[in-house]
């Protein structure tokens, strides 16, 4: 029996799971999934579990079960891609004969002081809860500073705009425009609704200290009860020490089959591997898609093609609370309710194909 072994169960991996379960697995492999977390979480709404307007079991997920599928629940501590073992916090390694890491990312600091140390997190479940809790147990009128306004960002202070109408929330943003890199019309579109719906959009800024209850931008101080950080990813930090070849974000450069260059049966996927596209759910499953692909051909002992096809991806959409949103679809700038009406219906269908 081949042992395929995927490591973490966000996008990527369940795109996996789905791809092979339950028909399309060989007779001759099984699959251990290991995860800290005992289901697929919906990290796309982490900005609404944060600021407490989804709950908990609404970001959840159930893993597939199959015969030939076994879960493993525990923190991974290392890879050994040598040995080809898996390190987990408690019990034996975990020995592979295919590795798909799947691991997704953490929070970048850009090594600001006091950043780490003095910020809300929404990259992971336990820190989306966490940060729920604080930003809802604060006292009316309370200051909160969300710094980085992407599309986290803009989510989450949005979501918390109407969460909780008596906060005053800053979005502290580098660009001149918040979501600079979407067309102009959608930039000025959420600028205006942040404009209309009372939250103070920071542009410019330039977060160069953090402090207990304290901001730094430009180095002028700015009070704030709670600090959210959506201003930069990395790869998971089992990724970072693997001593493999990384790009300049510390993403795992792969070949064109998404394996290793040193190891063709050690597979990246989703936000640690490097792609030529910005990190995404949508990207992560795409690639997916083309791991099964590739699996199934070396596990069949067939040729793979010369090349494999570009990933297509279909757009991006936010959201600005539950009624308004804003994206880009097949290219084309969309704003308003519609863009809202878009995404729910892509998170409904996403939950009811997997769930
Ligand atoms: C607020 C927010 C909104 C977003 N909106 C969108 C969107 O609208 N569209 C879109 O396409 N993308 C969006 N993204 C990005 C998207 O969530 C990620 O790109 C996607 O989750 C990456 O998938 P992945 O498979 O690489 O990893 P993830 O989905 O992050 O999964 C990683 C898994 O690894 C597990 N894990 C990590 N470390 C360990 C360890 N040491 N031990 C055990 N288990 C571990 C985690 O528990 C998790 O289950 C958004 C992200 C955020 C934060």
């Not at 990290?43 to 908990?56: F, Q, R």
């Not at 003095?118 to 820190?127: L, M, P, R, V």
């Not at 009128?141 to 929330?169: C, H, K, T």
């Not at 949103?325 to 084309?332: D, H, Q, S, W």
Request: charged share 25%; hydrophobic share 35%.
């Amino acid at each position: 029996m081949k042992k395929l072994v995927l490591l973490g169960g966000g996008y990527g991996n369940m795109r996996v799971l789905h791809r092979l379960l339950p028909n399309n697995l060989p007779e001759d492999v099984s699959i251990t999934l290991i995860d800290r977390v005992p289901y697929h979480c919906l990290k796309t709404e982490y900005y609404a579990l944060a600021a407490g307007t989804v709950s908990d079991q609404e970001v959840r997920v159930p893993f597939p079960e199959h015969q030939r599928l076994e879960l493993k629940y525990g923190e991974i501590t290392g890879i050994d891609l040598e040995k080809k073992l898996v390190h987990l916090d408690e019990g034996e390694p975990v020995p592979y004969d295919d590795l798909v890491i799947g691991l997704g990312c953490e929070d970048k600091y850009h090594n600001i002081p006091g950043a780490k140390e003095y910020t809300h997190s929404i990259q992971n479940i336990e820190k989306a809860r966490k940060t729920y809790q604080t930003l809802n147990n604060l006292p009316a009128n309370s200051v909160v500073s969300i710094v980085g306004g992407g599309l986290s960002g803009v989510e989450l202070a949005s979501e918390l705009r109407e969460s909780r109408e008596d906060l005053v929330i800053k979005l502290f943003d580098r660009g001149k425009i918040i979501l600079s890199a979407f067309p102009e019309r959608v930039s000025r579109y959420v600028q205006n609704w942040f404009q209309t719906n009372g939250v103070e959009v920071i542009n410019g800024a330039n977060i160069t200290k953090v402090e207990d209850r304290t901001l730094f931008n430009h180095d002028e101080p700015v009070h704030t009860d709670v600090i959210v950080w959506t201003a930069g990813i990395q790869p998971n930090r089992i990724v970072r020490e693997l001593d493999v070849e990384k790009d300049k974000q510390g993403r795992v450069v792969l070949t064109k089959y998404h394996n290793i260059p040193v190891d063709e049966h050690v597979y990246v996927v989703g936000d640690c591997a490097s792609l030529p596209y910005a990190p995404s759910a949508q990207l992560a499953e795409g690639q997916a898609d083309q791991i099964v692909h590739v699996l199934q051909k070396r596990w069949s002992g067939q040729e793979l093609p010369a090349e494999l096809p570009t990933i297509k991806l279909k757009g991006v959409l936010g959201s600005l609370g539950k009624k308004q949103g804003f994206g880009l679809m097949a290219e084309r700038a969309i704003t308003g309710r519609i863009a809202r009406i878009l995404k729910s219906g892509i998170l409904w269908m996403y939950k009811y194909h997997n769930g």
